[in-house]
Structures are given as C-alpha cells and as structure tokens.
C-alpha cells in the first residue's frame, strides 16, 4: 500500500511575498498619488546644480553630497516625478531583500521574514520609502554593511561604510557607535576578531574626511539647518515617531513593550553578536538625543536617526521569535494584525494631516489639475517676496512643465513683478505666497524652471 505524503504549505514564502507585495504596491500608491513636498523639491533642485557646488557642499550644508549625485545622474533620463521616486521605491525593495538575507544569515528564514514584515508595516519608514530623499538609501547602505560585516566581507564592507558617510550624515549615527562597539571589544575586552572591522572603520573615518573635508567648514550652518527641528525635539513626539506609531498612545504602548521585552532577550539571553550590535548603535543613538535634548547642542536631526526604527524592527523580530505556546501566537497574531493596521492608519492620514509627520506637501498638483488651459493662454505668477516663496516657486514651474502630474502637458506661463502687468482679461487661479493668474493671449512661450 501506498501513501501519499502529506505536502506542508510553504507559509514562509507565501507570507514574504505577501508582505513584499502589499508594502509595494501600498508605497507605489502614496507615490503615484501624493504632491510633491518641501524636502523632495529641494533635493530635485538640488541634482539639477552644477556638479562642482554639489560636491563642495555649496548646494546644501546640512547633508553630504552623495545623494544628490546620484540623483543627477538618475535625473538623466527624465526629470519627471514619478521617475525620481521609483529611485527610493527599487532602494525599498533591495532593502526587504538584504533584511530577509541579514534575518536568514542571523537566524533562518522565519526571522528574516519577521523582519522584513516589521519593516514593511512600520510607520516610520512608511513616511519614506516613496519620495525623494535620501533616507531609505542610507537604511540599504547600513543593511549592507551590516550584512558584508556578517559575512566577513570586509573590503565591501569598508566600501559600503564609504558610500553610506559620503551620502548622508543618518549613516554617520550607525557608524560612529559602531566604532565605539569595536574600540570597547577590541581594548577593554581584548576581542583580537574585532581589530579588522575597526581597523577598517577607522580608515574610513579618514577617507571620509578626505573626500569631504568641507563638512568641518559648513559645521555651523549644518546646525543652524536644523534648528527649525527645535519643537520635535522633544521624547514625547521623538519616541513614538521612531516607533511608527506617531500620536496613537495605546500603540506607542505596545511597541514599546515588545521593544523593551525583545532588548531583553537579546542581551540576557544567548544571542548572536549582530542582533546585539545593531540594538547597542541604536540604543546609544537614541540615548544620544535623549541627552542632546537637556543640552544647548542639538546635533541629531530626528530624519537621519534611521539605525533607531532599524533597532527596534530587530527587536520586534526577537520578541515574536521567542513566542512559542499557542497562547502567546495568538498574541503575536493580534500584533501582526496591529501592525498592519497601524500602517494602513498612517498611510491614510498621511495626504490628510501630513504637519504631524514633519511633511509640508506642495498645492501645485491639485492646482494644476483644476486649470482650464486653452489655446493662446498664458499663466501668470506673481511671487511674493519672500525666503519661503522660493522653493514654492520652484516647485510650481516644475508641476507647470508638466513633471509632477502623470501624462500632464507643459502649461504656458511667465513670471511678472507686480499686478500692473496683469490685462483686464486675467482672471484668479490661485491665490497664495504666489498668485496664479489666466490671461488669454495670442503670445505665450513654455517657461522653464
């Protein structure tokens, strides 16, 4: 007699790329649908200065310059919006799959899983992994020197640590507690395995400097920069932004329960050396602005803290891990369940009420796919003379030349200096820090921005 065996499901690839396939398409939806905002304008412009003042950190003091060279040259085959965030989207899939291989490598396939899920519905890094800012780039920077750390990979690995610091200053909050990790095992506990690694993050400490030595001449504006952040800085808002889970208190409850039970288990307990070097940066960057906030230095921006939410995904993943009655699944059900729909609240409230995640969204979308554009018409924009009207302006003409709305045609448009150039025939559009106007005309020339 025969039997037949019984097939198990293979729920650990099913759950991966369920997961994979609900945080992209939820991403690819908030980056078809959403305005273009503030920051996003800013790097924009940015890629478009010359290369010279972008690597002597003329066009912005307040990041390194590695980012926005990679968007000039990503810039190359179109300047479209759209184009620009599908960057950050492909860098949110290659972070999934370097967190499932750092979770596999770590543990098994379970744990990467966990991890990717954690990252996937969190809502900290919903708030970046569809727009255009460097952000969700230093997280794959950081997860890949995690992993080429792990796997002794070391000339990648020192590589890597180059790209990270030379594109943002949010790698520099990993690096700089990773070295003092490998400095504390290396002389206080005489580890000899641990002097390559810091060996090597000392040389790119150095080559760092070398490539950027004007970091040390724009110190100043760079804090300055960051001093709008001063109402953030604040553990009330800074803890649950970190967490995803932002204003819902029960939330920011639960999380920091998981996080506290998952630290436990990582340093009490038996746990491989990674899990615990990737806990110890970000429990010593957060302590770190915990500390800043009862000093006049304030030097962590709260954006560029990515290795904190990269620690407490960790955690999570330990904490769901360790569950094993069925009491305690049911709970971890219920978690999961929680997660998702924490993220799903976030992405809905995001367009609504997007001050409380620290994003200023741009009118110009709404604006431009309201115009009533004929032949022969003309757009008139009067800009007020403001600081805050420049970008906003920028960011018009951008939307205008049709790059914001998909398949928008370009509009005519000019710029004039006061309401005397206006003709009888101009009617409002938009009134604002910058007012829009529409004159029919037998004359009108494309602008460009």
Not at 5 to 25: A, D, H, N
Not at 338 to 347: E, K, P, S, V
Not at 354 to 359: D, M
Request: proline share 5%; glycine share 6%.
């Amino acid at each position: 007699m025969y039997y037949m065996e019984k097939k198990q499901i293979p729920w650990v690839p099913i759950f991966l790329f369920s997961t994979i396939f609900i945080g992209f398409i939820s991403r690819l939806y908030l980056s078809l649908t959403l305005p273009i905002w503030h920051d996003e304008a800013y790097s924009i412009w940015a890629s478009t200065t010359p290369f010279f003042r972008i690597i002597t950190g003329f066009t912005d003091p307040v990041h390194t310059p590695g980012y926005y060279l990679l968007l000039k040259v990503w810039s190359f085959v179109s300047m479209h919006l759209f184009w620009m965030r599908l960057n950050t989207l492909l860098f949110f899939l290659l972070n999934t799959l370097i967190l499932y291989q750092l979770g596999r490598k770590i543990r098994n396939a379970t744990y990467g899983s966990l991890l990717v899920f954690f990252y996937i519905f969190s809502g900290y890094f919903l708030l970046f992994d569809w727009n255009v800012r460097m952000y969700t780039f230093i997280d794959t920077c950081i997860l890949l020197s995690l992993f080429f750390l792990l796997k002794k990979q070391y000339i990648l690995f020192g590589l890597i640590n180059i790209v990270g610091l030379y594109s943002d200053y949010a790698f520099l909050w990993y690096f700089l507690p990773l070295g003092c990790i490998y400095v504390f095992y290396s002389f206080i506990k005489n580890d000899k395995e641990k002097y390559i690694p810091l060996k090597i993050i000392v040389v790119d400490t150095i080559l760092f400097i070398l490539l950027y030595p004007n970091m040390i001449l724009f110190y100043q504006r760079g804090i300055e920069g960051i001093r709008w952040m001063e109402p953030y800085w604040n553990p009330a808002f800074f803890i649950p932004y970190f967490l995803g889970s932002h204003d819902v208190i029960p939330m920011t409850v639960v999380l920091w329960i998981l996080f506290i039970i998952g630290g436990y288990q990582v340093f009490v307990k038996k746990c491989p050396f990674t899990i615990r070097l990737i806990l110890l940066s970000a429990v010593i960057s957060l302590a770190g602005t915990l500390l800043s906030v009862l000093t006049p230095f304030k030097l962590f921006h709260i954006r560029s803290l990515q290795i904190v939410p990269l620690g407490f995904i960790f955690c999570f993943s330990e904490c769901a891990m360790n569950i094993r009655t069925l009491w305690k699944k049911i709970i971890l059900i219920f978690i999961l369940i929680l997660f998702i729909g924490n993220y799903f609240t976030h992405a809905y409230l995001l367009p609504i009420q997007p001050g409380k995640y620290i994003i200023s969204f741009f009118p110009w979308k709404s604006v431009i796919k309201n115009l009533t554009y004929e032949n022969g018409t003309t757009f008139n924009i009067l800009a007020h003379n403001l600081p805050i009207t420049y970008l906003l302006r920028w960011g018009l003409m951008y939307s205008l030349n049709g790059n914001e709305v998909l398949f928008s045609k370009k509009y005519a448009y000019k710029e004039i200096q006061s309401y005397t150039e206006l003709t009888p025939n101009c009617a409002f559009v938009y009134r604002g820090l910058i007012d829009i106007f529409s004159c029919p005309s037998h004359y009108s020339s494309i602008g460009r921005y």
